[in-house]
T-cell receptor
Framework: NAGVTQTPKFQVLKTGQSMTLQCAQDMNHEYMSWYRQDPGMGLRLIHY???????DQGEVPNGYNVSRSTTEDFPLRLLSAAPSQTSVYFC????????????FGEGSRLTVL | AQSVTQPDIHITVSEGASLELRCNYS??????LFWYVQSPGQGLQLLLK??????LVQGIKGFEAEFKRSQSSFNLRKPSVHWSDAAEYFC????????????FGTGTRLTIIP
């Protein structure tokens, strides 16, 4: 019972490099989202998706791209990493409709030098 | 716009003592309210939620929370804490429609001392 799986768990990038954080869920959830967690700022929503082929921006979308080609996967792309994107990133999913229960991955810690 | 304030950044309590974590929200309509817990190095886990009805809601691990509309608060309580309750606790508010677009507070870190 994998739940929400994020890879990689740790990553160090240089400024200007690109990378993709992977997120996969095996619960057939319609809703998926990406948050970043920074000290003293809680979790802030980056992008979310209410189903395959549908994505929308959250509170802090700049510098990030997403796509949702399948129900299971919701990758987060950093096209040109900046030190301000150093953070812990969490992927979360839920059944959709409205239950309020997000299921979180274990997080991906990204450092941009 | 919806927002959540958790005024306590860090709280320390003795094992066996009671606990109350504060949460105040701002939302234009009837909110959906949540408490999540994050253990070190882990993702967040739902403790409890309030949608409607009884304003005192019970959650997992012996936690409860009370919704007080007049005070715009949703404080989390536990009568007797255990060392395993040491974690970070997040209050969140969401719209009562559509999707799980939650707004989280900045969190309260709970330390338990013997």
């Amino acid at each position: 019972n994998a739940g929400v799986t994020q890879t990689p768990k740790f990553q160090v990038l240089k400024t200007g490099q690109s990378m993709t954080l992977q997120c996969a869920q095996d619960m057939n959830h319609e809703y998926m989202s990406w948050y970043r967690q920074d000290p003293g700022m809680g979790l802030r929503l980056i992008h979310y998706s209410v189903g395959a082929g549908i994505t929308d921006q959250g509170e802090v979308p700049n510098g990030y791209n997403v796509s949702r080609s399948t129900t299971e996967d919701f990758p987060l792309r950093l096209l040109s990493a900046a030190p301000s994107q150093t953070s812990v990133y969490f992927c979360a999913s839920s059944f959709g409709g409205y239950t309020g229960e997000l299921f979180f991955g274990e997080g991906s810690r990204l450092t941009v030098l | 716009a919806q927002s959540v304030t958790q005024p306590d950044i860090h709280i320390t309590v003795s094992e066996g003592a009671s606990l109350e974590l504060r949460c105040n929200y701002s939302y234009g309509a009837t909110p959906y309210l949540f408490w999540y817990v994050q253990s070190p190095g882990q993702g967040l886990q739902l403790l409890l939620k309030y949608f409607s009805g009884d304003t005192l809601v019970q959650g997992i691990k012996g936690f409860e929370a009370e919704f007080k509309r007049s005070q715009s608060s949703f404080n989390l309580r536990k009568p007797s804490v255990h060392w395993s309750d040491a974690a970070e606790y997040f209050c969140a508010v969401g719209p009562n429609f559509g999707n799980e677009k939650l707004t989280f507070g900045t969190g309260t870190r709970l330390t338990i001392i013997p």
